[in-house]
Structure formats: C-alpha cells, structure tokens
C-alpha cells in the first residue's frame, strides 16, 4: 500500500499546473466509485486500498501550506475548545434580552451533524441565516477564526462556537422576548409562537409546559452528543460506498474550485472508511453498527412514548437536535434502513412538517 500511495503522490506531482490534472482526478473518481459497489468493504481486495492511494494523492493537491494530517472530514467537525465551559453548554445563559439580530452567518459543513442541529433549530424558529460552506481541507473560510472547527456562527459581529452552546444562547434570547425554545419551560400567555423576526407562527399549544423537564431535556441533548451522533457516523462510513455517499455533497455544496472538491470528496471519504474500525472502538460502539442504530433510535422513540414530541404538543430543543442529526444523512443507506427498521418515523415526519421550510437566506 505505501508503494501505491507514493506512486499516487509521485504521479499527481508531475501533472500539477498541467490539463491533464483534470484527467487524472477524474480517472481517481471512477475509479472510487467502482470500488464502492464493484468491491464489498474490507474483502482485502486490491480495489480499497488504490481508492485509498488516490485520495491521498488527489489530497495532496494544492494543499502544501494545510498538511493533510491536519484536515478533519465532517462528522468530526465540532471538537476543539468551545466558547463556554462544556457543562454550561446546555444551559441557557442568563442576562438574555431578546435582542433581534441584524446577521447571522453560519460557517459550516453541509452534512456536519453538529451544523445541521443548529439549521434544525433556526429553521424551526425562523430566524432567517446565511451559510458559508467550509473547505474541510483547507478551512480557508475560517481562516480569520482561532477556532477552526465547524459550526461557528457569526451574530452581528460576536462569534459563538460549539453546535449546543449556539442553541442554548438563541434560545434564551427567544425565551426573553416572551416566546418558548421548548424544554419544559413555562411559554409566555401569548396564544401562539412567534417566529424570530415576529412573523409567522407554530402551533399554540407551546403555550403550556410541555411534559418533558429541563432536566429531561438536557439529558437527551447529551445523549445525542455524546451517543448518538457518534452511532451515525460509525454506521455511515461503515463501506466505502456508503462514505461516499456521506461526502457527495461536496461536489453540489462546495463554494470552492472544482479540483478542491474533488480532491476533498475522494481523499475524505476513503480515509474515512479506512478507518471506520478505529472509529467504532473509540466511541464504543460493540458488535454490528446498524444493530446499535436501531436499538438507540428505538431507545429514543420509547421516550417520546405516545407524545407527539418529547416536549409535548411541540419540540423542545433535544427534539429539534435529534431530527437535525438524522437530517443530515437524508438520502443515504443509513437514513433509509433507520426509517425502515425502527419506531422512529412517525415522530420524523411530525418534526418534519413541524419544523417546515429551511429559513436560510442565502
């Protein structure tokens, strides 16, 4: 394999600034997705191990002054150091005043589990946002940020890391001008739900505190954090054909050069499936990756029990979290076996409709 992998290298060198490089990549494509329904994972076939080689090499592409090595894949994007102390994270801040922001940019990756919670949240209350899709090689987007994981938001100017403390924050701000995030607390008299901007309006029955706690809440926004989030990753990259179905977003979402992405899509989801072993022993997920999806989404839908939502008549925050998590991977294998195979989705497609259109902006 390193003779491969050096000979990628070593061939990719000699085409860079030529036409050629656009062959080239090109060639690494097919033959990547050959190897993702040609060849079964791990069968040790030669097939894995040269998509693997080519990535590298298509990774090494324009990308001297950002080592590889350095580069997280998304589903890996929210560790590194918060803007707040990790047990304040779900704790909605004190001194809130419902102050309507003039911006709010989101810097993400498409199908980041962590961005997608917030859009799940900002689509849920209108709040309209701008996203800005980050490089996952180069991070060049975030390159004015200290912080240099994905998702960070950008409200007038303040910048706020870690997917939870985001919510947390815009929650207590919605709490404050007299509307309910969810999570047990007492709604304000106001019959319904008022969106961000005082448009629009969800259902009326957030007037009432629904019956799941805040201490309910908050326990199943860890649980997805701290679980859930990581079963899904496991199962996603568990063949290469299903990695590659995790990074094909790129090629659509990408705001940078065809090359970068291209570059991003075949180097990140083969090394990903490389190493979706390593992946499944360090978050401690036992015997088969689907089995233990099932077991966690049903674990999920037992606790919403026969409530439309486990905040009641209307989501609370670990509500929108979980659907955000599963959003993401809208389109794969792992979303359609879920569906299939577990108790979940009729409180999906509730939290579908509830939660309605996306309010991006651009």
Wanted: charged share 20%.
């Amino acid at each position: 394999m390193r003779a491969a992998v050096r000979a990628a290298h070593g061939a990719l060198r000699r085409l860079q600034g030529s036409k050629a490089l656009v062959e080239h990549l090109q060639q690494l494509q097919m033959l990547s997705t050959a190897t993702g329904t040609a060849a079964s994972p791990r069968s040790g076939g030669n097939l894995g191990w040269v998509a693997v080689a080519a990535g590298a090499a298509a990774a090494s592409y324009g990308f001297a002054a950002q080592p590889v090595a350095q580069a997280e894949a998304p589903w890996q994007g929210e560790k590194g150091t918060p803007s707040v102390p990790a047990e304040e994270r779900y704790v909605r801040p004190s001194g809130a005043k419902g102050v309507l922001p003039k911006e709010l940019v989101l810097y993400q990756y498409e199908v980041c589990p962590f961005c997608c919670k917030v859009k799940a949240f900002l689509d849920y209350h209108k709040i309209p946002y701008r996203c800005v899709e980050v490089n996952p090689l180069t991070k060049g987007e975030i390159k004015w940020s200290q912080y240099k994981k994905v998702p960070v938001i950008v409200v007038d100017g303040e910048q706020v890391n870690d997917s939870s403390a985001i919510i947390s924050r815009l929650a207590a701000e919605i709490d404050a001008r007299g509307g309910s995030s969810g999570g047990g607390k007492p709604a304000s008299s106001s019959s319904s739900k008022r969106s961000w901007f005082g448009g629009g309006s969800k259902s009326s029955s957030a007037a009432a505190p629904g019956p799941a706690t805040v201490a309910e809440e908050e326990k199943w926004r860890r649980w997805v954090d701290d679980w859930f989030v990581r079963v899904i990753t496991v199962n996603i990259y568990r063949s290469m054909h299903e990695s590659f179905q995790t990074f094909d977003y790129i090629s659509e979402a990408g705001n940078f050069g065809w090359v970068s992405r291209e570059a991003a899509r075949v180097f990140g989801a083969s090394l990903m499936w490389g190493i979706g072993g390593k992946l499944r022993r360090k978050y401690g997920v036992e015997g088969d990756v689907r089995e233990a999806l099932y077991k966690s989404a049903n674990e999920w839908a037992a606790a919403v029990g026969d409530r439309r939502f486990l905040g009641g008549d209307a989501p609370d925050l670990a509500d929108l979290a979980v659907f955000g998590v599963i959003r993401a991977v809208t389109g794969t294998d792992t979303f359609n076996d879920l569906m299939q195979n577990t108790n979940i989705g009729g409180w999906y497609a509730r939290m579908f409709t509830t939660v309605g259109p996306s309010s991006r902006v651009a």
